[in-house]
């Protein structure tokens, strides 16, 4: 977003609030627990990718005044803003699980995620460090960003003990809070013959509450039943931890929901009270998958009504809570879940995307990197809603 305003307003009219030295390319984190990519192939420094056109400033957004339009920083300054663009993404709450942060911290331990750079290695040395009893994977009681990735790393573990002979002798166990495997019926009914085909114990409303590291156990509670628990040994512990809006930003009740995303138009991502806001990604309350395809299908759009609100005219542009998420389902196969607000699916490809492919594994590992280092952080990548129409002429073809 920065690179398109600035290449749009000119030098020094964006300024970019962002305290990180490194970007992530979250994305990869599944590949690199599998031990398919390195953490090192992830991340680019700041210096590199922000655009050349706007102002950083290496610090924190802590406190938000929209009333007088001004922003507080980490560094004690105090900036003023005609328009606001909130772009904080999620923070990671693994502190709110007892004994957890002590397990992942243990050397060469038995718990890991791949929702942080912290603890993604530590996926890869589980699975090759397994060699029998339960390997227990886990989904929150919170919304979470890239809600596909807590069972693609079970896919890929699974295919991993497969390809070490190991298999026969570990129990692989999916513990997701949600009362469904995946929210959109049409990957849900694709994705339940292959956990059951793979034999993957999956527990729906079961939310993990504790980890004693120093028994190997895991607590989980029923969502359903409150009050029951169960206690359950584990050789290794994937957790995807519970997820909220960052503190900074859910205490401004004057931009927040109650959940503590920021009260933005679902169509126009444009603040309900305070129109020179506007907000794009995992921190905005719009109701969609959060994933990085969603960012770059509202990008046009948040682009668009801001320039257009700077203006002072209508907003013309609105998003369609378009949502993809590939699918990875072991170390050569891949589902391309691609859907909208509706939760019907929106497919770009003229293929049957319900089905695990090769050329989608392909396209998630390889090109997918690619164009998100060269395509999407310079802000030509808008989604590719523009690739959906053109190719759908070939789809009646197919049917
Ligand atoms: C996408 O746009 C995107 O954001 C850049 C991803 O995140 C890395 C994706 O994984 C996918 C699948 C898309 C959608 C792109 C196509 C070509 C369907």
Known sequence: MAAKLSSKLGSNKVIVLEPADKHYYQPMFTLIGGGMKRLEQSYKLMADVLPKKAKWLREKAVEFDPDSNTVKTSGGNTIKYDMLLIATG??????????????????????????????????????????????????????????????????????????MGKRNNINVTYNTALPVLFGVKHYADALWPIVKQRNITVNTRRNLIEVKAAQDIAIFENLDKPGERFEEKYSMLHVCPPMSAPDELAKCTKLVNEAGFVDVDKSTMQHLKYKNVFAIGDCSASPNSKTAASAAAQSPVVYRNMI????????????????????????????????DYSLTPLETFPVAQNKERYSMFFMKKDLMPILYWKMMLPGYWNGPALMRNMLSIFKSKQK
Do not use: M, W
């Open 308 to 339: 257009a609100a700077l203006k002072g005219k209508s907003l013309k542009s609105s998003y369609d809570g378009y949502a993809s998420c590939p699918l990875v389902t072991g170390y050569n196969t891949c589902i391309l879940a691609e859907f």
């Open 90 to 163: 999620l923070q990671l709450n693994y502190n709110k699980i007892p004994g957890l942060v002590d397990a992942l911290s243990v050397p060469n331990g038995k718990v890991g995620s791949i929702y942080s750079p912290l603890y993604v290695d530590r996926v890869y040395d589980c699975l090759r460090n397994i060699n029998d009893g339960n390997a227990i994977f886990t989904f929150p009681s919170s919304p979470v960003k890239c809600p596909g990735a807590p069972q693609k790393i079970v896919y890929i573990s699974e295919h991993y003990f497969r390809k």
